[in-house]
C-alpha cells in the first residue's frame, strides 16, 4: 500500500501541491493502478518466437518521386505559432 509520504514525495518530484484529500484520493487511486499492473504481470505469455506470423513482415523504403521544395510550407507553419524568433518556436524556458 501506498503511505499518504510516498504520494507527497511523488508530487514534489512532480511539482505539483496537493491537499490532504488530493493525497488521499491519490493513494488510492496508485494503489489500483499497481494492482492492476500486478495483475497483467501474472498474465502467461506464450513463446511466440517461433509461431509468430509478424516476424515475416518486412519494412520497405522507397524514394521520393516528387519531394516538395525545401522552405515551402515554413512561413504558412510559422503564423501559426503563438509566439516565434526568426524561423524558430519561441517558447519559455522550462528548466531552472
Do not use: C, F, W
Not at 515554413?74 to 505559432?81: C, F, G
Request: proline fraction near 5%.
Amino acid at each position: 500500500m501506498v503511505s499518504a509520504d510516498d504520494v507527497k514525495k511523488l508530487a514534489e518530484l512532480s511539482r505539483l501541491s496537493l491537499d490532504d484529500r488530493e493525497v488521499d484520493k491519490l493513494r488510492s487511486e496508485i494503489d489500483s493502478i499497481i494492482a492492476y499492473v500486478d495483475t497483467v504481470q501474472k498474465v502467461p505469455i506464450p513463446d511466440t518466437a517461433s509461431n509468430s506470423v509478424h516476424l515475416e513482415i518486412e519494412n520497405i523504403m522507397r524514394e521520393d518521386d516528387n519531394p516538395h521544395e525545401s522552405g515551402i510550407y515554413t512561413e504558412d507553419l510559422l503564423k501559426q505559432m503563438p509566439r516565434r524568433e526568426k524561423n524558430y518556436l519561441k517558447v519559455r524556458k522550462i528548466l531552472p
